[in-house]
């Protein structure tokens, strides 16, 4: 499963970004999905989850409230909508699948996903 990001930009502080991961042939239907993110000289981190049902979402608390993560209704696009974004938030975004169904029970786990996208750019700054 070969997934693609994009919507990644610079943006200033208090700016919105929304993020697009698709898998090219596939629906995402029968995966649970996330987003993560990983800064410069920083541990990759998770940001969110959706369940293959769409039913259930995670946040990371540091993004609680500002980020929405969604799916269209073919499934075939996993989108993340970023508001009020910090500078904080500059990161290379990754979207991730997993084949388990329980690997979005809580803020999602880079030990739990299979496929990995090569990630897009997101930069917070004035």
Known sequence: LRLVE???ALVQPGGSLSLSCTAPGFTLDDYDMAWFRQAPGKEREAVSCIS??????NYAGS???RFTISTDNAKRTVYLQMNSLKPEDTAVYSCAAANSHYACTGVPAVYQYDYWGQGTQVTVSS
């Open 6 to 8: 994009s919507g990644g």
């Open 52 to 57: 293959s049902s769409g039913g259930i979402t």
């Open 63 to 65: 993004v609680k409230g």
